[in-house]
């Protein structure tokens, strides 16, 4: 028997193939435009890592300090060692002169790097010391005026480093403030903030001032304030509050002037962390609703990096990376992914663009050796 196909009916199916056609590439395009590949490359380091720290150096290189050593935590690293991108390789920088966890570290404007603060495994460090890139050594210098479990440094346009916050003890926090001078190398008080602040975050502003958003004050007291400390004055000035409290989230200056924040959590810690972001414009001081993240994050603070594309790359918190695109005011996912939902990691810019992901633990508190080469397109 044969068949044949009129010409009505081969015009309804060539219709329904164009429509069949546009439909896959329309989908193909969303899916495209709300996942944007990237490659990634897995390194290791020497040991397992989190709550450490990572500093850009001059050179182009990473120092990597302290942190974690093992699940739960115990056991802290005195080590420190060196990421050379171009080599794409670890290699060790010596010990620091006491092990530390939930410390600060910061480039300084002559290419040292000053260490402050954390936990030692005997108690809460006061202590400070500075790394010379050049002789690869470490040398104390005078102590903080306040021991402090995770401070946040923040580099001022004189050179000097505002130290703000932290914790006398975990889960509660700290309002004072003090001033590192780089050139006589000792400490200052400065003002106190308005809230006792742990877990929070400060950025510096285009105009030399830094915004100081979140954070706890005391076990389930998570704020939601935001305050302003001007380097001329010396004092904190409070400034509109954020649209919802947030603890253990990230905050990066955009290229704009503004200040994207991100993540975190609410008093219920893990089961209540965040997909929100909001955004902060110094010029009128108040805060607005941002975008969505796909994937709830939090215990990110240095998890955010400012690509050269002035779009940010989230790269910890959850397995999967994502990016804000200011543009386009959305997060789009990256297809990169890390091997486990990282807390506690860090992120650094590398001269080539990449992002180098350092470390961080998963949700058993394992610490990971691990880091990741991202290479955003």
Not at 85 to 93: E, G, I, L, T, Y
Not at 112 to 126: A, D, E, P, Q, Y
Not at 236 to 258: C, N, Q, S, V, Y
Request: charged content about 20%; hydrophobic content about 35%.
């Amino acid at each position: 028997m044969k068949y044949s196909i009129k010409p009505m009916q081969l015009m309804t199916l060539v219709s329904c193939l164009m429509l069949f056609t546009l439909i896959v590439r329309q989908g193909c395009a969303i899916a495209a435009e709300n996942m944007q590949q990237g490659k990634v490359q897995t390194i290791q380091m020497s040991v397992e890592r989190a709550a450490h720290q990572a500093t850009g150096l001059k050179n182009g290189k990473v120092f990597v300090s302290g942190g974690c050593a093992q699940r739960g935590c115990e056991g802290i690293h005195r080590s420190t060692e060196l990421f050379d991108s171009s080599h794409r390789k670890f290699s060790p920088a010596g010990d620091m002169l006491e092990p530390r966890v939930s410390h600060a570290s910061i480039l300084l404007n002559d290419g040292r790097v000053l260490i402050v603060g954390g936990w030692t495994g005997k108690g809460i460090s006061r202590s400070a010391e500075i790394y010379d890139v050049k002789t690869n050594a470490f040398t104390a210098i005078e102590d903080m005026s306040v021991a402090r479990i995770g401070p946040v440094v923040t580099p001022l346009k004189d050179g000097q480093i505002l130290i703000t916050g932290g914790e006398p003890r975990p889960g509660f926090g700290l309002n004072s403030s003090e001033l590192f001078d780089p050139v006589r190398l000792t400490f200052s008080l400065s003002g106190k903030m308005n809230a006792n602040r742990g877990a929070h975050v400060a950025v510096a502003l285009v105009d030399g001032r830094v915004l100081v958003t979140g954070g706890h004050s005391a076990r389930g007291d998570i704020l939601r304030s935001a305050e302003i400390y001007d380097p001329d004055t010396g004092k904190f000035t409070p400034t509109g509050e954020m649209t919802i409290p947030r603890h253990k989230h990230g905050g990066i200056l955009l290229a704009d002037g503004r200040v994207l924040i991100v993540g975190g959590s609410n008093k219920q810690d893990f089961r209540g962390r965040y997909t929100s972001s909001e955004l902060y414009d110094p010029d009128t001081g108040k805060f607005t609703s941002g975008p969505t993240m796909h994937w709830p994050r939090f215990k990110i603070r240095h998890s955010l990096v400012l690509l050269p594309s002035g779009a940010v790359l989230v790269a910890g918190g959850a397995v999967k990376n994502e990016r804000f695109e200011p543009d386009s005011f959305k997060f789009v996912e990256t297809g990169d992914e890390l091997s486990k939902p990282l807390m506690f990691n860090s992120t650094s810019l590398l001269p080539s663009g990449e992002v180098l992901a350092v470390g961080g633990y998963d949700e058993r508190i394992q610490p990971l050796k691990e880091t990741w080469l991202i290479e955003e397109r």
